[in-house]
């Protein structure tokens, strides 16, 4: 997908694993669907007809809300987010922090957050897992999942703010830009 659509990559075009979105004003939409059905035609992929939806204002993708206030997290998701028990072995932990993992750029610090947790994926990790830290950890996560920004869709004439976030050989980052009020907000951008 990214290298199918690498020109329109972050200017008019979200991807979301195999789904993508092409957002724009009513004045420019045609144009750019257009733009979007020819680079399609001439490599050769095909789009589900019963997956396809023009002109909406807010929808679904994979786990996501899509709409012109940016990208959230699906509220289903967030529902069950919420009631996830503590994962009592690394199996169980794995799927948990995968799920987490998959939104994590929503969530400030994400990194520096789930280390409590990350820690009893190694393999002399002792068990049970379940300490104080543990889960202080996993309810400041869950807390944190409740309140996730939506991402918004970045402004190349706004300055841009980078937040890094280290643990010791892990590292994780958000972009922010300021809104027109002085809050910063995460930004959802394409990889090239």
């Keep these: 997908m990214n290298k199918v659509f690498d020109p329109f990559l972050g200017l008019f075009l979200q991807i979301f694993i195999n789904d993508f979105g ?4 009513r004045t420019f939409h045609l144009t750019k669907l257009e733009l979007i059905f020819e680079c399609l035609d001439s490599s050769g992929v095909t789009l589900s007809p019963e997956k396809t939806i ?15 206030d940016g990208v959230a997290i699906d509220p289903e998701k967030l529902h069950r987010i919420s ?6 072995t690394k199996k169980a932990l794995g799927g948990f ?7 994590s750029r929503f969530i400030h610090m994400f990194v520096t957050k789930t280390c409590p947790l990350t820690r009893f994926l190694r393999e002399d990790a002792r068990i049970p897992m379940e300490d104080e830290v543990s889960k202080r950890a996993l309810e400041q996560l869950k ?9 918004r869709t970045l402004d190349w004439n706004k300055p841009f703010l980078l937040y890094c976030d280290a643990f010791g050989e892990v590292m994780g980052n958000t972009l922010s830009q300021l809104d027109k009020n002085g809050h ?9």
């Design 143 to 151: 807390s944190a999942f409740q309140v996730a920004p939506n991402l």
């Design 97 to 103: 922090l995968g799920m987490e993992g998959y939104y």
């Design 83 to 88: 009631k996830l028990p503590f994962p009592t």
């Design 54 to 68: 023009i002109s909406f204002s807010k929808g679904k993708m994979v786990g996501h809300i899509v709409s012109k």
């Design 22 to 25: 092409v957002y724009s004003d």
């Design 184 to 192: 910063d907000h995460p930004i959802h951008f394409a990889k090239r």
